[in-house]
């Protein structure tokens, strides 16, 4: 069983930064795939930026480059550097692990386990 915990969220301006982490436990981190997923009031949760188990990243395509995944293995953690921040960026941001795949998931289904979530809020 693993366990995440996410942390990082907080309140920023339009044009701002923000640097989300999650830390994993009881698993063998490594050989999972991460991804962080976000969900806006009133919306479905969606994805935003995964890795796999050897670095590979994959982004939604509305984030335009402004988010960047990466992953320590060592230190069972993975972060979401979110940088240009907008007001429509607002949402619970969450932590998620899957099996590893040779194609790298974008829905929910395909991930297993999950962190409480951090509230992210940009404001303009």
């Known amino acids: 069983q693993v366990q995440l915990v996410e942390a990082g969220g907080g309140l920023v301006q339009a044009g701002g930064s923000l640097r989300l982490s999650c830390a994993a436990s009881?698993?063998?981190?490594?050989?999972?795939?991460m991804g962080w997923f976000r969900q806006a009031p009133g919306k479905e949760r969606e994805f935003a930026a995964a890795?796999?188990?050897?670095?590979?990243?994959y982004y939604a395509d509305s984030l335009n480059g402004r988010f960047t995944i990466s992953r320590v293995n060592a230190d069972n953690t993975v972060y979401l550097q979110m940088n240009s921040l907008k007001p429509e960026d607002t949402a619970v941001y969450y932590c998620?692990?899957?099996?590893?795949?040779?194609?790298?998931?974008?829905?929910?289904?395909?991930?297993?386990?999950w962190g409480q979530g951090t509230q992210v809020t940009v404001s303009s």
């Open positions: 009881g698993g063998t981190f490594s050989t999972y795939n």
């Open positions: 998620a692990a899957g099996p590893n795949r040779a194609v790298i998931s974008t829905m929910t289904k395909d991930y297993d386990y």
């Open positions: 890795i796999s188990r050897t670095g590979v990243r």
